[in-house]
């Protein structure tokens, strides 16, 4: 079918419209998240210019240093609101300007109007510094591990460089030296702990707490859940009340995930958890063990949610199976377990791996439920362990999905934060979307192997 | 191994068959046996979800009971002696006081003599005499007992007919205190000889002359429990325990007790879904406050304002997402060639991948702010889009056939895809322009003027970004069941002369019409259950409006706030379970209704088929 262009018919045209938005929406949505996610690591240049509070005595301007984040542009009501007399439509620029020693928040909004002498010198540092920070200056002395800076407003600082974790000229580097620069950044990003409230440094706990949560969840939901879906295709009689009962199972799918962390709240945690701390760790009560949200709950929780997806995605691949492997099985004499295992399973188990990789991508970007059931907003200690059972099943994880959720909506420093939960999200959505192209190659290789 | 069996390879070959059948047999029972005791237990785990989440709630809804016990030690003496009365205050309400009741905040005074007459008297204007004269009872019978409940809010008074009253003090249009007539309680069958309230919540006890004992709580007017017996006629006195599980009968003679069971006393179907009149509250309301002042720990729990936010976010977010769902899969469906055809419809479903909490955080950080500017702009958009369907149908057919030709080669779509963008562009100038024009610079401030209350974070930010999140369901199920169509009918239809837009109107379109219907219907049930979306782009209001500007509150963001922080096995915790287990029901209805719908279409469409 091709389609009837030269008709004149409105439906016709106002579908096309709303497939091209769907595809426009996902274009625009792909280029933000891509755009500011990767953005975050890119050496900006640092700008210096001068400020005048008031047009008069342009020689009080004082001197600012920093990166130039966003701008807005003010209506005229909002400059009246704000009580300003500029000229409407007014720009207006957030800059970043580090540490300031005199207690000043670390970004501010300049009036483009005030600005003036604005330049890029290339001696520029900008310095990490272990306590203050970002730090924005010129280099003055360098000499037995110290650095001397001086700040935009003239002050010198004294700085160890053991403090410095980083120092770096962005106005003076090359493509190339960018370039380095970012994946450098993007590896300490992927590969550090956060610092200063979850507002600095880098994301390995909760990159940690979402692959190992979801990694115990795949073990405990495969097997259940492939044993279910084979009771429920291969052995169930197709009865009015198997058929009700694969109804529901089906549908538990459809239930929001939070009524599950309502579940995983109330009966592993307290009932469940609490059993356990009264059988085996009634020395420590009443502090609790397992009597409390935890990384197992957590997984335990996910399985949950995923099961249905699991018995779903193995019911599915049992049925595509062409009966005459079975019959011929049958035929030369094989009892069904042998058919079962010798012949079915093996031909349905990459349905089974899409399943379970489907569930592991679901399972990765919820938080809702997990919210009750043991991830919290700063853990920095990873669920690991040197000696017997190498995971800390009891102890409470980070996750990506709740970090979004934390640092972009509950972070006291909003400005700072934005822009690295960008960064998250786009870690998130790689993970997910590499899941699932893995899922979609498996799928195809099999469909054609069977066919 | 015992003697008596040799090893199988030594047995002679028609019996060593045989054993092996019995091997295998046993083998084949026994896993049977294994996958439906594991299977059915999974199952069964599932299904027990649904009756766990059922036990933690049904405590809520017990009704109240309460067993005579042996009193084993004497309750703690109880100062009753009332506070002495000013001699400007009786000499103000000018009868012999008989009942007083110190207001504790800004000291009202209310003083009331037996036959019911009262009057309310302020220590900061002694000289103004009585504020408010009014009667207790109907004049006709006597007053009997009159007491604070618990929390200092509200009064209960007795008379000798049996009538309970509850009173609040509310202020006036000046600011200043008067008594209020709130409700009668159910009426008692004999004088009432005295009231106890519970400690630390708006429960109290009736002792009347008939030796009947009755239970009650401020919000209904119904008993929770009562109880007659003789040996209570000669109390004189309630007295509830600490904790108020046990109420003493004092008076002459022995003591005698009850003990209560009575947790949730402030759950009922109806606090739940009907207006209730809170203590201090001026009319009766519906809210939702779990916890609210801290002097008096009365949790309000109406489900009602959660419902109405929850219905708010899914209504307006289907409004978004059921006409792009089903138009986009009726053009990819209906009018695309295969290779582009099942390209398109992929990249569609993509859009099912991002996770919800990032949709939420993109709506609350960029959509919301951005929305906030560009208000205008949008309405322009949704006004320009009909004209350029408009401008599309009348203007395409007059292009020379060489351009009509560029269709279905996936150009179409990204020209069609350009020429929205350049709308949107249109729309974000005009609408900017507009709005300096005619609204001084700002919609939104011009909305506030007008009476609109607007806030940054509304139903709009949420219906388009959950509508975003509820598209792609919508799309897959529609195109499937759209590209599933038996292929004779539309060839048919086609044979017989059938234009291209007739096959998609009279045969496709009809055909798939339930699968439509399933497909709404399952995207309402992930609309209803979205939390992450809801709880980052609202600002958790508990507001009951469909208010297209303000924000909501959702059953799922209100156990995602609320249950980290309740009791375990308080009513909060009950009632937060409750929640949950209506969502269960909700979302599993209307996905069980869509699921019955597309099997059925599955079958017509096979036997359509052969």
Known sequence: MTPDYHQRNYWFWLAALASAFVLMLLLALSYLMLSRG????????????????????????????????????????????????????????????????????????????????????????????????????????????????????????????????????????????????????????????????????????????????????????????????????????????????????????????????????????????????????????????????????????LALLTLPVVIVATEEGLARIPSSLRLGGYALGATKAEVLRKLILPAARPAMLTGIILAVSRAAGEVAPL????????????????????????????????????????????????????????????LIGVLNLLAMRLRRYYRRRVV | MTQGTPPLSRLPAGKQRQRRTQQRRWLNRLWSWLITLAGGSVILALLGIFVYLLTEVTPLFKPVSAQPIVVEHSPPAFDI???????????????????????????????????????????????????????????????????????????????SSGQLKQWFFLPDEHGQLRISWIKPFARRNAAIVDIAPEQGRSGFAVLDAAGGVSLFYANLTKPLWQGQAAEYQRATRLQFSQRNEQLWLLGPGEPTALQLDNRHPEISWRTLFQKVWYEGWQQPEYVWQSSGGAELRQGKYSLVPLTIGTLKAAFYAMLVAVP???????????????????????????????????????????????????????????LLLPLLVLALARLWPRLPKRWQQIPGSGWDLMLLAALLFVTAYLALLGGDTLQQQFFSGSFRFWLNEQGVSYQQRNALVVGLAMGFAVLPIIFSICYDVMSQVPRQLTLGASALGATHWQIVRRVIWPLSLPGVLAAVMLGLGRALGETMIILMATGNAPISNFNLFEGLRSLTATLTIELPEAAVDSSHYRMLFLVAILLFIFTFMANTLADLVRQRLKRNFQRLDT
């Open chain 1, 38 to 301: 990767l953005g975050l690591f890119w050496p900006a240049d640092i700008v210096q210019f001068r400020v005048s509070q008031n047009a008069e005595s342009p020689h009080e301007a004082s001197l600012v240093l920093g990166e130039v984040v966003s701008q807005q542009q003010l209506t005229a009501p909002q400059l009246a609101a704000a009580g300003l007399t500029f000229s409407a439509p007014a720009t207006r620029i957030l800059v970043k300007q580090g540490y300031q020693p005199s207690g000043a928040p670390a970004f501010r909004w300049y009036w483009q109007q005030q600005l003036s002498d604005v330049q890029r010198p290339p001696e520029v540092l900008l310095v990490r510094h272990r306590q203050f920070g970002e730090l924005y200056g010129w280099p003055q002395a360098m000499s037995e591990g110290q650095l001397l800076l001086q700040l935009a407003n003239g002050q010198q600082l004294r700085l160890q460089q053991a403090d410095i974790m980083l120092q770096l000229a962005p106005n003076s580097l090359s493509w190339l030296q960018k370039m380095r620069w970012f994946a450098g950044q993007w590896w300490s990003f992927l590969s550090t702990e956060p610092r200063e409230a979850n507002s600095a440094g880098g994301i390995l706990p909760a990159i940690t707490g979402t692959l190992l949560s979801v990694l115990l969840m795949a073990v405990v939901v495969a097997p259940i859940g492939i044993m279910a879906g084979i009771y429920l295709h291969e052995y169930a009689r197709d009865g009015r009340l198997v058929r009700l009962v694969r109804l529901s199972v089906h549908n538990l799918a459809g239930v929001p995930s939070v009524v599950f962390g309502v579940f995983g709240l109330g009966f592993f945690v307290y009932v469940l958890g609490g059993s356990i701390d009264q059988l085996f760790y009634p020395e420590r009560l009443p502090q609790p063990t397992f009597g409390t949200p935890g990384l197992i709950w957590v997984s335990l929780t």
């Open chain 2, 324 to 382: 792009l769902g089903i138009l986009a899969a009726l053009y990819t469906a209906c009018f695309l060639s295969e290779p582009l055809r099942s390209r398109l419809s992929q990249l569609i479903e993509l859009l099912a991948l991002f996770p919800t909490v990032i949709i939420g955080f993109l709506a609350a950080i960029w959509l919301a702010p951005a929305l906030e500017q560009h208000l205008l702009a949008l309405l322009l958009f949704l």
């Open chain 1, 371 to 430: 919210i009750f059931v043991g991830v919290v907003k700063y853990a920095p200690v990873l669920p690991l362990s040197s000696s017997a059972p190498y995971i800390q099943l009891d102890q409470q994880i980070m996750s990506l999905g709740f970090q979004i959720y934390d640092v972009g909506l509950q972070s006291s420093n909003a400005d700072a934060a934005e822009p690295r939960v960008f960064a998250i999200a786009l870690v998130l959505l790689v």
């Open chain 2, 81 to 159: 002696t009332p506070a002495p009365i000013p001699a400007a205050a009786a000499t103000a309400a000018g009868f012999e006081v008989a009942f007083s009741l110190v207001e504790p905040l800004q000291g009202y005074l209310l003083l009331a003599a037996s036959n019911g007459e009262a009057c309310l008297w302020w220590q900061r204007q002694p000289e103004a005499g009585c504020l408010q004269r009014l009667s207790l009872t109907d004049r006709t019978v006597n007053l009997t007992t009159l007491r604070w409940l618990a929390g200092k809010q509200s009064i209960v008074s007795g008379d």
